[in-house]
């Protein structure tokens, strides 16, 4: 199966907010109701910030907010701060346990 | 506290065979699927597949079908990644990660990685 597809790069000033699309198939995506975003800072294992779709593990701020409409999935951050700054990638289930990652956005806090 | 422990860096040649390793503690490693998870040098994720500790049900990503063998210790908790003959192109990092077993599917913890470089 193709990756999900992503912008590559998007940047906010602190404070401000930033959606990321995650754009995939009626066989991923818009499918199943089991999209995660991962975060991963620059030489670091990645962390799942948002899981199906809309809902963070505890200790997640709740400035990160996951949404889906059709075959796109969304990650909203709120309020950016400096940490925020990593590189961020969706995950879709795509039935008969194969999952498929989007090809990673860049965000910048300017 | 649960972690997923990897083995270290390799450096190897095409042609080798490797063998990586991912070890769980802090909860019941037979409860849980483990994934491989490529990252090549500046690119995004893959996910190579999954096994399941219990039993070592596996299911591979097509496009890593017949390149990789997943493989488990249960008595020692660890899953294992191998190589029968190595490529320049699986230069890579390579993280397990910890799939969860509720109803929810999203990977909860990683590993730190495994960076396997390949080079003549």
């Known amino acids: 199966q193709s990756a999900l597809t992503q912008p590559r790069s998007v940047s906010g000033s602190p404070g401000q907010s930033v959606t990321i699309s995650c754009t995939g198939t009626?066989?991923?995506?818009?499918?199943?109701?089991?999209v995660s975003w991962y975060q991963q800072h620059p030489g670091k294992a990645p962390k799942v910030m948002v899981y199906d779709v809309n809902k963070r593990p505890s200790g997640v701020p709740d400035r990160f907010s996951g949404s889906k409409s059709g075959n796109t999935a969304s990650l909203t951050i709120s309020g950016l701060q400096a940490e925020d700054e990593a590189d961020y990638y969706c995950c879709s289930y795509a039935g008969s346990y194969t999952w498929v990652f989007g090809g990673g956005t860049k965000l910048t806090v300017l | 506290e649960v972690q997923l422990v990897q083995s270290g860096a390799e450096v190897k040649k095409p042609g080798d065979s490797l063998k990586i390793s991912c070890e769980g503690s802090?909860?019941?490693?037979?409860?849980?699927?483990i994934a491989w998870v490529r990252q090549m040098p500046g690119k995004g994720l893959e996910c190579m597949g999954l096994?399941?500790?219990?039993?070592?049900?596996?299911r591979y990503s097509p496009s890593f079908q017949g390149q990789v063998t997943f493989s488990v210790d249960k008595s020692i908790s660890t899953a294992y990644l191998q190589w029968s003959s190595l490529k320049a192109s699986d230069t890579a990092m390579y993280y397990c990660a910890r799939h969860v077993n509720s109803g929810d599917l999203y990977f909860d913890y990683w590993g730190q990685g495994a960076l396997v470089t390949v080079s003549s």
């Open positions: 096994i399941f500790p219990r039993d070592s049900d596996t």
């Open positions: 802090g909860y019941t490693f037979t409860s849980n699927w």
């Open positions: 009626s066989s991923d995506v818009g499918g199943y109701n089991y």
